[in-house]
């Protein structure tokens, strides 16, 4: 099966340098950086270095004015190798669109060509220890003051917390309703701006997360994103987006489990003959690739129709969905094609299904997924 079908020359070209720097860089130490719970920050500035930091971002801001379909195929690429990697892209990217969508003039050329490049790392900060599913209820507070904002409360769940220069915060600015909150960016460093412990989490060990605590951080009035009011349309049209990305991390995470899974089949002899020549894993092994190439052509389909300006935000729902629990059912199974050997850290498999649950809860919980869906279809 070509992986790479579908995929315009100057699109495969960028996904094989990718797969090179995976396989000589990225890959073989990948497990290292998930045992010492260790954010590959260096690793991230290669890629920052490679122009993939920015990938489907306009060039006068150091984007690489590329296809949103190559940020995904990427991110894929990445996923497959380094999962916590490709994360990382792909926080980076949800923390940059807010501004490069909505952000002023000067916002953007104050911030975005240090995201871009790779210099910086952003993080998104909507969840808070009492709104995650229903993320309209925050309570994180910015009143006027001195021409900007004060900030106060805090947000949970924060990934890059802690390691990540710029944060895009929603914040409540005014009445209880979703138009009473606002984008803000906030800086690492800022006086009234500080981290809670490292969480410790069942996977993704080398994506570091904290919350966030602000005690009256003071932040400029023009690092405003969009309007006053805007913050909850800036949040969930990122996550439109963001949710994407993360299907194609759950196709990258898939692949990698189900090639694992392939080897082991192959070479694990019982009753005198290699395992995979058992009727029973060649249908686990064929479910598995089915379902993987099914939710590829979600996620890269959802794509072209966001590259072609069109509607992409219920197929980007479906494509989470259905790619997120594709990876814990396949990696799930790639468990058990190892037998004994799947349940030791020895082997990468365990890790690659702790890895797959979170993708089921992240950015929209699968339960929210099906019910904007579900609305979607009502309403037609
Ligand atoms: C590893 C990880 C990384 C994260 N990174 C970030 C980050 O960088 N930035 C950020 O802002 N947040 C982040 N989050 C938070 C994440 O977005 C929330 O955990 C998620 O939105 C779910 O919210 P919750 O945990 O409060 O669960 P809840 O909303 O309390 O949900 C609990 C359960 O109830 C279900 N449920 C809730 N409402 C409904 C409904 N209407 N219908 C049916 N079922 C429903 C949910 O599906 C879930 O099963 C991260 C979370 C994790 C685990």
Redesign the pocket.
Known sequence: MDRDFGLSEDQREVVLAVREFMAERAGPVAAGFEERHEFPRDLFRELGGMGLAGIPYDEAYGGGGQTFLTYLAVLEEVARGFFSLALALS?HHLSAFGVHAFGSEELKRRYLPRLFAGEWLG?????EASS???AASLRCKAERSDGGWLLTGS?R???HAGQAEFYLVMARTGDGSPKGISALVVEKGWDGFDFGKLES?MG?SASP?RELLFEGCQVPGENLVGAEGQGFTIALAGLDCGRLGIAACSVGLAQAAFEAALGFAKERQQFGKAIIEFEGLQFMLADMATQIEAARRLYRDAGRVRDAGGDYSTGASMAKLFASDTAMRVTTDAVQIHGGYGYMQEYPVERFMREAK?LQ?????N??QR?VIGRRLAEA
């Open positions: 926080v993080a998104y900060a909507l969840s995650g599913s229903d947000k769940f924060i990934t989490k993704w997360m979170a809860i992240v950015e929209g919980t339960q929210i019910m």
